[in-house]
Nanobody, 124 residues
């Protein structure tokens, strides 16, 4: 039973990346799934989450309008589409199982598993 994050890379400011969180051994749709990030020298913070069996989602203010979280139950994935990336988005991104709460208004720490991180670097 594990989560695996993928899709990171180097992108110029204003560019886009799509991260994917793939589950094995359990159905992601049965849980809230969240994306977190940790920038160099900083603590880990919640970025976005999507609620179990729903499409309701939460985003931290700094990514609203730029990032979109979505679920593909057939593929057992939760993706994070990141557009208009900024240098301050540079971080290792992690997906995690069951952040509680997942909105409205805030995102909690996960009660379940963490995936390994994927590095996103936004730089010219």
């Amino acid at each position: 039973v594990q989560l695996q994050a993928s899709g990171g890379g180097l992108v110029q400011p204003g560019g886009s990346l799509r991260l994917s969180c793939t589950g094995s051994g359990f159905a992601l749709e049965d849980y809230n799934i969240g994306w977190f990030r940790q920038a160099p020298g900083k603590g880990r913070e919640g970025v976005a989450c999507i609620r179990e069996k729903e499409t309701l989602s939460y985003y931290r203010d700094s990514v609203k309008g730029r990032f979109t979280i979505s679920r593909d139950s057939a593929k057992n994935t939760v993706d994070l589409q990141m557009n208009n990336l900024r240098p301050e988005d540079t971080a290792v991104y992690y997906c995690a199982q069951d952040p509680v709460p997942c909105g409205p208004g805030r995102m909690g720490w996960p009660f379940g598993r963490w995936g390994q991180g994927t590095l996103v670097t936004v730089s010219s």
